[in-house]
């Protein structure tokens, strides 16, 4: 389950199942939960690729569409992240891929262990889905790590999240589920392009790699 913050012509395509709010801190599945969640993270997401109404893939390439390449599922991947809140900065123009530039506004710092050491990603929630009844409560974190341009797609992926997976001042971050925008796969698109905070200094070698 998805959200994509990419704009193609005037459409803006989205998909997510709804998580509802409990004040209880968050639980890690277990290693074969995650394994079951993932595959089926994995599933929809070539279902949404192989349907011609919603798939980013040029015309050509759907005939012979097989599938997403995905780095092996890493269960260390999946880790409970601190949720810090952010309410006090100023919407921002978010840089894209085209001139367009959508306003977001930090919604708070995510501080996570990966690989053994201690990593902050910011969440930002658009303005434009703030308007909305059924997306208000939709998060992004575009981020980008060192597999960009050697593994995975050079421009970033992206992670979605709802507010109501926020909980106890926690949330799960899955890598796993770490995606491509629309911008990887043909142009036409103007995607969010990862600020300068979410860049990681490290390999995050789990999630959509890059076929090309």
Not at 30 to 56: C, G, I, K
Not at 88 to 108: C, D, E, H, I, N
Not at 184 to 194: E, H, T
Request: net charge positive; charged share 20%.
């Amino acid at each position: 389950m998805r959200f994509l913050f990419c704009l193609s012509l005037s459409t803006l395509w989205f998909g997510c199942g709804v998580a509802s709010a409990q004040s209880a801190s968050v639980v890690r599945p277990t290693a074969p939960e995650h394994a079951r969640q993932v595959a089926a993270f994995q599933q929809e997401l070539n279902t949404e690729y192989r349907d011609s109404t919603r798939t980013p893939l040029p015309r050509a390439a759907r005939a012979a569409f097989a599938g997403l390449p995905f780095y092996p599922v890493r269960y260390a991947a999946c880790v409970v992240a601190r949720f810090v809140p952010d309410s006090l900065s100023a919407p921002f123009p978010m840089p894209t891929s085209t001139v367009r530039r959508p306003l977001y506004r930090k919604y708070g710092v995510l501080e996570f262990v990966l690989d053994g050491q201690p990593r902050q990603l910011t969440v930002y929630q658009s303005l434009d889905l703030l308007n909305t009844t059924d997306y208000r409560d939709y998060l992004f974190v575009p981020f980008t790590d060192r597999t960009n341009g050697h593994g995975s797609y050079g421009g970033g992926r992206y992670l979605d999240l709802r507010r109501g997976q926020i909980r106890g001042g926690q949330v799960l971050l899955d890598f796993n589920r770490a995606y491509n925008p629309y911008c990887a796969y043909q142009s036409g698109y103007s995607c969010p392009v990862p600020p300068p905070e979410n860049r990681l200094a490290v390999e995050v070698q789990v999630g959509v790699m890059s076929d090309h």
